[in-house]
C-alpha cells in the first residue's frame, strides 16, 4: 500500500489546497446522461448515484443542490490505512463550528466545507503543520 500512514508526518504535511470554484452535491438515477468528465466524483448508493460537481455544472445539467461547497484537498499522498488523520482535521474543523464532507481518494483526501467557512478551515488545517 503505497502513501504515508504516520498520523505526526501527515498532520505536518498535509498542506491543504483550495480547489476554486463552488461545489454541489446532487443525485441522480440516470447517470448514463450525464458526461462524466464534467464530474468530480460519483458514488452509487442504494437511492440513487450522489454526484459532486462543480455548481455551474449541476445548474446546465438542472440537478438540484442545497449545499455550496468549497473543495479543499490534503496534498500528502495519505495511505487509505492512515488511522487518525479524519479524526484529527475534522475534530478540529468541528471545534471551530465548520461542518466537513470528506472524501478519501487514492492519493489524497478532500474535505467539502460551506463556502463561507473556506478562510476560516484554510487557517485551521495549516494550524497543523506548525
Not at 454526484?51 to 440537478?63: R, S, T
Amino acid at each position: 500500500m503505497s502513501g504515508e500512514k504516520n498520523l505526526e508526518m501527515l498532520l505536518k504535511s498535509m498542506k491543504p489546497k483550495h480547489n476554486l470554484g463552488e461545489f454541489v452535491f446532487c443525485k441522480t438515477e440516470r447517470l448514463e446522461l450525464i458526461n462524466l468528465s464534467q464530474i468530480v466524483m460519483t458514488f452509487k448508493e442504494e437511492e440513487s448515484t450522489t454526484i459532486i460537481a462543480k455548481k455551474e455544472v449541476a445548474d446546465q445539467l438542472g440537478l438540484e443542490y442545497s449545499f455550496i461547497a468549497s473543495w479543499i484537498t490534503l496534498t500528502v499522498h495519505s495511505s487509505l490505512e492512515a488511522v487518525g488523520l479524519t479524526a484529527a482535521f475534522s475534530n478540529a474543523l468541528s471545534k471551530n463550528g465548520i461542518s466537513c464532507n470528506v472524501v478519501a481518494a487514492y492519493y489524497h483526501d478532500h474535505i467539502f466545507v460551506d463556502v463561507k467557512d473556506t478562510e476560516k478551515a484554510m487557517k485551521i488545517l495549516n494550524e497543523f503543520s506548525k
